[in-house]
């Protein structure tokens, strides 16, 4: 991949570096969105056709919006 300008290292050594906390905090993440996303999701069924039911669907429908690169 190369040499890095700014550490004098070879950029595959950075990357190799650096990974295992990304893998950590990328699973740490899809734990928390898949926790949060199950229990809106079936306390939306719960509730269905209530004011909380829809304030969720909005809600989602909103978050589903926004690129992925704004986020």
Do not use: C
Not at 2 to 16: D, F, K, P, W
Not at 61 to 66: D, E, L, S
């Amino acid at each position: 991949m190369g040499q890095s300008y700014n550490y004098n290292m070879s950029v595959s050594a950075l990357i190799l570096a650096k990974l295992p906390i990304t893998l950590t905090l990328s699973f740490i993440s899809f734990i928390l969105v898949v926790g949060i996303s199950l229990f809106l999701g079936l306390y939306a069924v719960r509730h269905e056709g209530k004011w909380i039911d829809r304030i969720i669907v909005v809600a989602n429908q909103v978050v589903m919006a926004i690129p992925p690169f704004f986020a």
